[in-house]
C-alpha cells in the first residue's frame, strides 16, 4: 500500500473532472518538472482547458477527464525517449529509508541480478520549494492481478517471482514489512501493447474504447515488489533484528497483537503467505477465491503460523516451492482459473475461449509456466 499524508480526494470534484485539492502540487510543478525531462499529462498544465468542454462528452469520457486513484502517484512521460512512467511524492521524515533502500537495489551490481524484483528507481527529485519532499521516478506497472490470470501455470509463475523477489531482498538483509496485495505491481507492456489509460486501466490511453490484451502465457510478464517505505535494511551481524511494531496494510499479523516489537522477516513470511491464501485460496466476502491452488494449502499454512518462529523462512519456502512446482502436470498448469463470484454464463465462454487457446499452446509447445526470462 502506497504509504501518504495526504487527504482523501473530493468526490463532487472527482464526480466533476475538476482539479482536486491535490492534484494542485502537480499543476503548480508542471513546468519545473518539463524542465528536467518529464512530462505530466495535459491535465496539469498551467494553462490546461477540460477538453470535454462544449462537447456534450462528460468528463469521463475524455482522456483528461480523471486523476489518480492515489494522491502521492501520478503518471508521466520521459520526453528523451517517450518512456512512460510512475511519478510518486513521499515525505523523507517520514519515511526517511524509502529512497535509500530503492536506490540500493536500483544500483549496480544488485540491479542486475535476475532474481531482483524490487521497482527500478530511475531518478530522485527534490521539490525545490520543500527539502522534506521528494519525488521517486519509476517505470509505469499495473496491479499484478489484472487482466485476470488465465491458466494455473501463470499463477505459479507469479508465486515464483515474488516469492524469489521476497527472498532476494531477505539475502539482502532488507525486511520488506508491508509485502502485501497492493504492495506487487507488473510490467504490462507486453500485455497491452497499445497501451492503457493510466487511471482507468480497463480504458484505451484515449479512453475512446476497451484496451485490449494479451494472456500471461501469450507475453509473459514480469512482477515487482513495490514501496519501500517501512522497509529496513540492518547490518548482518544484528540479525534476527527486533523492531517497534509497525503495521503496514495486513493488520492480521499475529505478533501485532500480542507484543509490542517483532522480527520483521516473519512478517514479510507470513504477509505473503496471507496473500496467496487470500486472493488464491480462500478469499472472502468482498474477494474471490480462485481455484486450482489448492497445492499451495500446506505451504501457506506453514507460512502463516501464529508462532513466527515455526514459519520457515523465505529460503525454505522456496525449497518447498521448487518442490511443489516439479510436481505439477502441464495438464494441471495448463488448466483454466476460475474465480468463484464468476457467474455461469461468463465462465461458459470463458471456458471456451481458454480452451482455444490451450489447444494452440499445446500444439506450438508454448510452456505451461510463462517465464520471462
Not at 121 to 127: E, H, K, P, T
Not at 174 to 195: E, F, K, Q, S
Not at 348 to 372: D, E, G, L, Q, T
Amino acid at each position: 500500500m502506497v504509504a501518504s499524508d495526504s487527504q482523501p480526494t473530493e468526490p463532487v470534484k472527482v464526480l466533476s473532472g475538476q482539479l482536486t485539492r491535490l492534484e494542485i502540487f502537480w499543476r503548480d510543478h508542471y513546468d519545473w518538472l518539463l524542465g528536467r525531462g518529464y512530462q505530466l499529462r495535459t491535465r496539469y498544465r498551467p494553462d490546461w482547458k477540460p477538453s470535454w468542454e462544449g462537447t456534450g462528452k462528460l468528463s469521463i469520457q475524455c482522456a483528461d477527464g480523471s486523476g489518480p486513484q492515489h494522491p502521492s502517484t501520478m503518471a508521466a512521460q520521459r520526453i528523451s525517449d517517450g518512456e512512460l512512467l510512475t511519478f510518486k511524492r513521499i515525505s523523507k521524515s517520514r519515511f526517511p529509508c524509502e529512497i535509500d533502500i530503492g536506490q540500493y537495489f536500483s544500483s549496480p551490481p544488485v540491479c542486475n541480478d535476475p532474481r531482483n524484483h524490487c521497482v527500478p528507481i530511475y531518478d530522485v527529485l527534490q521539490i525545490p520549494d520543500d527539502d522534506d519532499t521528494h519525488i521517486l521516478v519509476m517505470p509505469r506497472l499495473r496491479e499484478y492481478h489484472d487482466p485476470r490470470f488465465d491458466t494455473v501455470g501463470e499463477g505459479v509463475e507469479f508465486f515464483r517471482q515474488i516469492f524469489e523477489g521476497l527472498t532476494f531482498m531477505h539475502k539482502h538483509d532488507v525486511a520488506h514489512r508491508d509485502a502485501t496485495h497492493m504492495n506487487i505491481m507488473m510490467d504490462a507492456r507486453l500485455l497491452y501493447p497499445d497501451g492503457y489509460h493510466p487511471f482507468l486501466p480497463w480504458r484505451t490511453p484515449d479512453m475512446s474504447g476497451y484496451a485490449k490484451h494479451f494472456t500471461r502465457t501469450q507475453r509473459p510478464v514480469k512482477y515487482f515488489l513495490v514501496d519501500f517505505g517501512l522497509s529496513r535494511k540492518y547490518a548482518p551481524e544484528d540479525r534476527p533484528p527486533v523492531e517497534p511494531i509497525i503495521a503496514g496494510g495486513d493488520k492480521s499479523v499475529p505478533e501485532f497483537a500480542t507484543a509490542d516489537a517483532c522480527d520483521p522477516f516473519p512478517v514479510d513470511v507470513y504477509t505473503l503467505g496471507n496473500l496467496i491464501k487470500m486472493y488464491f485460496l480462500d478469499g472472502d466476502e468482498f474477494t474471490s477465491s480462485r481455484s486450482g491452488f489448492e497445492f499451495m494449502r500446506p505451504l501457506v499454512t506453514d507460512m502463516t503460523q501464529a508462532d513466527p518462529s515455526k514459519r520457515p523462512t523465505m529460503d525454505e519456502a522456496v525449497e518447498r516451492f521448487e518442490t511443489i512446482m516439479k510436481g505439477l502436470s502441464s495438464w494441471k498448469l495448463r488448466s483454466r482459473v476460475v474465480k468463484s463470484k464468476d457467474s455461469y454464463f461468463m465462465g461458459f465462454f470463458r471456458s471456451i475461449r481458454h480452451w482455444r487457446r490451450r489447444i494452440v499452446f499445446i500444439a506450438k509447445r508454448v510452456p505451461p509456466i510463462p517465464s520471462p526470462n
